[in-house]
């Protein structure tokens, strides 16, 4: 009876883990929104991909610790983690990054400045190409 115990206690500990886990790995997702900015569509294809994932980590951790049976300590065990990281690290982490992005854009607009210049001349050079190639086919 008291492995039985250990068994539940053991997994209740895990889904804690595991619920700080998954709000990490959205922090992280939160972080590359700041850092690159994305249109609608591809937040909801990322926040798709993240609820997936979750699926698959949280089907998977019961079926290793638990035999594949749903207890209800176990979800509650992964809410406590998301709300114990959420009003811990989660809250720190986002201060110092927010704090950090610009800085971090400005060292990404000097590292891709020749980028810039470059695509500039590029188009420039293709724009000039279009229309002497329109210029050609309306002498024809």
């Given at each position: 009876m008291a492995?039985?115990?250990?068994e539940e206690m053991n997994l209740f500990g895990i889904c804690v883990v595991l619920?700080?886990?998954l709000a990490?790995?959205?922090d992280i997702i939160r972080i590359l929104r700041l850092l690159i900015p994305h249109k609608d569509i591809f937040v909801d294809i990322e926040d798709l991909a993240f609820w997936l994932f979750t699926a698959w980590m949280v089907f998977?951790?019961?079926?290793?610790?638990?035999?594949?049976a749903l207890r209800a300590y176990a979800f509650f065990?992964?809410?406590l983690g998301v709300v114990i990281y959420a009003?811990?690290?989660s809250k720190l982490i986002?201060?110092?990054?927010?704090?950090?992005?610009?800085?971090?854009?400005?060292?990404f607009c000097i590292l891709f400045k020749p980028y810039t210049c470059l695509r500039g001349v590029i188009r420039k050079m293709l724009k000039n190409v279009v229309s002497e190639v329109k210029i050609a086919v309306k002498g024809r």
């Open positions: 492995e039985l115990i250990y619920g700080a886990f990490f790995v959205y998977k951790t019961l079926v290793v610790y638990n035999r594949g065990g992964m809410i009003f811990s690290l986002l201060y110092i990054v927010r704090k950090i992005v610009p800085y971090w854009k400005k060292c």
